[in-house]
């Protein structure tokens, strides 16, 4: 088994800047890829930034250039920092990790942290 706990979302103001952690525990070794998902009331679950273990990385359209991921591969931790936030951004936001190299259907899951971006 593999655990992951996210923290950091919280509540703050349009053009504002968030940092996501999530950190690994258990069957660490059994992780490759790692990244995160987002979802919102209403919309679908959108994959919103992966990281793979040589740190190859991927961002949706709707937050390139504002997001950016990074990963300890010692601690197995990842962190998504995210800026010029918009109410868009608004949603929970889940850790994700697969023993894969691709994140379209992860393995693990965390529970999720809330980020609300208010105008």
């Known amino acids: 088994q593999v655990q992951l706990v996210e923290s950091g979302g919280g509540l703050v103001q349009s053009g504002g800047s968030l940092r996501l952690s999530c950190a690994a525990s258990g069957s660490i070794f059994r992780i490759n890829a790692m990244g995160w998902y987002r979802q919102a009331p209403g919309k679908q679950r959108e994959l919103v930034a992966t990281?793979?273990?040589?740190?190859?990385?991927y961002y949706a359209d709707s937050v390139k250039g504002r997001f950016t991921i990074s990963r300890d591969n010692v601690k197995i931790s990842m962190y998504l920092h995210m800026n010029s936030l918009k109410p868009g951004d608004t949603a929970v936001y889940y850790c994700?990790?697969?023993?894969?190299?691709?994140?379209?259907?992860?393995?693990?899951w965390g529970l999720g942290t809330q980020v609300t971006v208010s105008s």
């Open positions: 990281i793979t273990s040589d740190g190859g990385t």
């Open positions: 994700v990790a697969d023993r894969s190299e691709r994140l379209w259907d992860p393995r693990y």
